[in-house]
């Protein structure tokens, strides 16, 4: 008996190294947080302390996948995809708010953030697996319903929440007034919430794929050897992501001090939070895309996207009226630009219910030209 639990323990345990290394960095630095934040201003120490503790999170972000696509097997489409989205997306919305709670002088760091999730989702992920499923099988097919209430949705929440604040007078620049604070809160919840009602309820047969009868034949034959249980899965995908929420606020005062100190562009601190959360996400979706099965590919990049702004932007609304610190939410005019360029172009793409490898070229080559403006 006591050989079998021994066995059962390690098995368990080089199942979950990463949350091992997670839970053994969150102590330490619990623990001895003035040591090792306190010689910051040595490069090479800040730069192997931020490897280590990036190497970390995104190594237990890949762990939250797997247990977010245990679930997927076990509870289908496309409750899969949203439970993946919604974990991922909330570590982002604690990193954001450890950022905005811990650093007091980036008030667009959210902002940017968000901006970058865009970009990096809606014009490098879906390039990327539009180019890539493409090349391998020239068309592929999705669900057009589904991509059009993803869209109908992300375009008025990215436009009131992006753009909008940039061009009202009831506050300076691109920030929020508490009344305009609040409507936002309002409004970007209420949608959301209809859509998820819409997605699980009444129209979920719009974020399901349309199969090909060989797609049905090899949908029979799909190795899901990582499926343990839903119990299981269901306790490990929140106890795998506490670790991340630790160790986020860690990473905030890191990420600060280096967009202060070392003088980088303010947006490549979104861009840097925005890669670590959206790399397991990334390759979920090319996996997706490979395997033939676009339309969760759609779910999960579409799906990250409305998370992300329906998720985000109460939370850190929530924490500037809360706390009074000021954030900007307006986008730059340039940036601005690229949004609507963005969201203009994901218009006309997904206006079939075949993609080639066009789609794939373009979305990519907007997501350069955003690369080009964080240095330019």
């Known amino acids: 008996m006591s050989t079998d639990i021994t066995l059962k323990i390690f098995d368990f345990f080089k199942r979950e190294k990463a949350l091992l290394i997670g839970v053994i960095t969150a102590i330490l630095f619990i623990l001895y947080d003035d ?79 968000l901006f970058s999730v865009l970009m990096i989702v809606l014009n490098g992920m879906v390039g990327l697996t539009l180019l890539l499923g493409a090349l391998k099988y020239k068309e592929q097919i999705y669900n057009l319903k589904g991509a059009s209430a ?114 980088a562009p303010q947006a490549l601190g979104g861009f840097l939070v925005a890669i670590l959360v959206l790399s397991p996400e990334a390759m979920a979706a090319v996996k997706s895309a490979l395997d033939n099965k676009l339309q969760r590919t759609m779910n999960i990049t579409l799906g990250s996207a409305l998370s992300t702004i329906g998720m985000t932007i109460p939370a850190i609304l929530t924490i500037s009226l809360v706390t009074g610190k000021p954030i900007e939410l307006g986008l730059e005019q340039a940036e601005a630009f690229l949004l609507i360029f963005t969201l203009m172009l994901a218009i006309v793409n997904f206006n079939s219910e075949r993609t080639n490898i066009l789609y794939g070229v373009v979305h990519l080559v907007l997501f350069m030209t955003y690369i080009m403006l964080i240095f330019d």
Do not use: C
């Open 35 to 113: 040591f090792f934040l306190s010689r910051l201003a040595n490069s090479l120490y800040f730069s192997m302390l931020f490897v280590w503790l990036f190497i970390t999170m995104l190594w237990m972000a890949f762990s939250v996948v797997r247990h977010a696509d245990g679930l997927a097997v076990i509870l289908g489409e496309p409750y899969g995809t949203l439970i993946l989205t919604i974990s991922v997306i909330s570590i982002e919305v604690v990193m954001i708010s450890a950022v905005m709670l811990t650093g007091g002088n980036n008030p667009t760091l959210a902002r940017d953030t």
């Open 150 to 263: 993803y869209l109908a949705v992300i375009i008025p929440l990215a436009g009131l929440g992006l753009i909008l604040p940039r061009y009202t007078t009831s506050a300076p620049g691109g920030e929020v007034s508490p009344m305009m604070g609040v409507y936002l809160i309002i409004m970007s919840l209420t949608l959301y919430g209809v859509f998820l009602a819409i997605q699980t309820l009444r129209h979920r047969s719009f974020f399901q794929q349309p199969l090909f009868p060989e797609q049905e034949n090899n949908a029979k034959h799909e190795d899901h050897h990582f499926v343990i249980g839903i119990r299981y899965h269901a306790l490990m995908l929140p106890i795998t992501m506490l670790p991340i929420i630790l160790l986020s606020k860690k990473m905030a005062v890191m990420v600060d001090h280096g967009i202060s100190t070392m003088g």
